[in-house]
């Protein structure tokens, strides 16, 4: 995360202070320099700081989001890690957790140092999710052990369930002794087929192909 674009001495002004942790909210002023929370006061701030008029809004922690897509590598006319990360800050978000369906998809250590490396230069703090087998195929795990000392955080096939019990169990297991979460896209393809609806009543009359809700 790259500190150095934000100013550096801010005081965040009449706001509502919410406390997730500790259950606490109260009405305050919040000093921040360097990107550390220096003060939580009424107090008025160094006349140095930078005023941000906060009436009516709330002062927060930042959020995570544990499920993006940004397109890099790949698909950069859709989305890179700078404009995703720029758009996550905006909305509040100063943690996100990218998936691994990026075009090629990040599954090997180089991959997930890429990500970790071009992260340096953007506003949030950005977490790979490792691909759980190699393209995501669902054929051949991924070097999970070696991805997570490059920073992989979790891994997933992210849209593509694994449908083969024996790589899912390995996977399973993998992830277990490495303490590491799996995500599983939890859908059956067979059952799912061509459907663009719930099976029932409305799906017969309309001639829709659907898939049950199972």
């Known amino acids: 995360m790259k500190i150095s674009r934000l100013n550096k001495n801010i005081a965040l002004m009449g706001g509502t202070i919410l406390d997730p942790i500790n259950g606490n909210e109260k009405k305050g002023n919040v000093h921040i320099v360097d ?3 220096k003060s939580i006061a009424n107090k008025k701030p160094p006349k140095s700081a930078t005023i941000i008029d906060c009436k009516g809004l709330i002062i927060t922690h930042g959020f995570c989001d544990i ?5 890099e590598p790949g698909r950069e006319d859709k989305e890179t890690l700078e404009s995703g990360a720029i758009a996550a800050l905006a909305g509040g978000f100063t943690r996100v957790c990218v998936m691994p369906n990026t075009d090629p998809p990040i599954d090997s250590p180089e991959s997930i140092r890429y990500i970790v490396d071009r992260s340096e230069e953007c506003p949030v703090y950005i977490h790979p999710i490792g691909a759980i087998s190699k393209n995501q195929h669902g054929e051949e795990l991924t070097e999970m052990a070696l991805m997570i000392s490059e920073g992989a955080v979790a891994f997933s096939d992210d849209g593509l369930p694994v449908t083969d019990s024996r790589i ?4 399973l297991e993998y992830a277990n002794m490495l303490g590491t979460p799996l995500i599983n896209h939890a859908e059956d393809l067979c059952l799912k087929q061509d459907g663009v609806m719930h099976e029932g009543t409305i799906s017969t009359q309309l001639g829709l192909p659907s898939s049950p809700d199972l």
């Open 35 to 37: 990107g550390k929370i």
């Open 67 to 71: 499920h993006s897509h940004f397109r």
């Open 168 to 171: 899912m169990r390995n996977a």
